[in-house]
């Protein structure tokens, strides 16, 4: 079964510091990664997903997220915060057992992100 | 664009009471429709995957007589919790899937059992 882990529960940065938010997945073929954000009575909001090709993605709001199969890792990055980036982040992995859909998520825990100005 | 609506935002019953929650996709067709529960300080959990016209499937745990879920069109997927107890209680998300590789979530329905 798939799986993923989100070590970091909750992260405070500085405005204007690097960002880099922890996602290591479980799966046992080629993975579909996800990247979302989640703000207070807002859906969840696709940052980036990775499916194939380059292993570097660039996402909306200047995010960024490496795949590094060797160590099963799909970390967030974010070379300077702002504040309204402030919310929960979430990695997920997506499934397509049976050609059914890629949408079946496992979603990590999460990482709160609070910014300080 | 690729807005995808809840309804009600918030709700609160009885216990034994049957709630109603409505998922819509509001400018595109959604073939897929997803529906998650989240508790507090907790991840998403997939509960069923519904296709339009078709009988949801269900994670493995989820009640399937507790949680109906119908999908009876393209833009419009409804979750009915039936004789829900206090530890239904949750965040429900939908969300609706144009094409396999893309969903759009829905903001969410906060379900209060009392």
């Known amino acids: 079964a798939q799986s993923v882990t989100q070590p970091d529960i909750h992260i405070t940065v500085s405005e204007g510091a690097s960002l880099e938010l922890r996602c290591n997945y479980s799966?046992?073929?080629?993975?579909?990664l996800f990247w979302y954000v989640q703000s207070p009575g807002q859906g969840l909001q696709l940052l980036l997903k990775y499916f194939s090709g380059d292993t570097l993605v660039q996402g909306i709001k200047g995010f960024e997220a490496e795949f590094k199969r060797s160590q099963s890792s799909f970390n967030l990055r974010k070379p300077s915060v702002h504040w309204s980036d402030a919310a929960e982040y979430f990695c997920?992995?997506?499934?397509?057992?049976?050609?059914?859909?890629?949408?079946?998520?496992?979603f990590g825990q999460g990482t709160i992100l609070t910014v300080h100005p | 664009g690729a807005v995808v609506s809840q309804h009600p935002s918030r709700v609160i019953c009885k216990s034994g009471t049957s709630v109603k929650i409505e998922c819509r996709s509001l400018?595109?067709?959604?073939?897929?429709m997803f529906w998650y529960r989240q508790f507090p300080k907790q991840s998403l959990m997939l509960m069923a995957t519904s296709n339009e016209g078709s009988k949801a499937t269900y994670e493995q745990g989820v009640e399937k007589d507790k949680f109906l879920i119908n999908h009876a069109s393209l833009t419009l997927s409804t979750l009915t919790v039936t004789s829900a107890h206090p530890e239904d209680s949750s965040f429900y998300i939908c969300?609706?899937?144009?094409?396999?590789?893309?969903?759009?979530f829905g903001p969410g329905t906060r379900l209060l059992v009392l």
């Open positions: 799966y046992g073929a080629t993975p579909y």
């Open positions: 997920a992995v997506g499934s397509n057992a049976g050609g059914t859909s890629y949408g079946k998520l496992t």
């Open positions: 969300s609706a899937s144009p094409v396999l590789e893309t969903q759009y």
């Open positions: 400018d595109f067709q959604a073939t897929t």
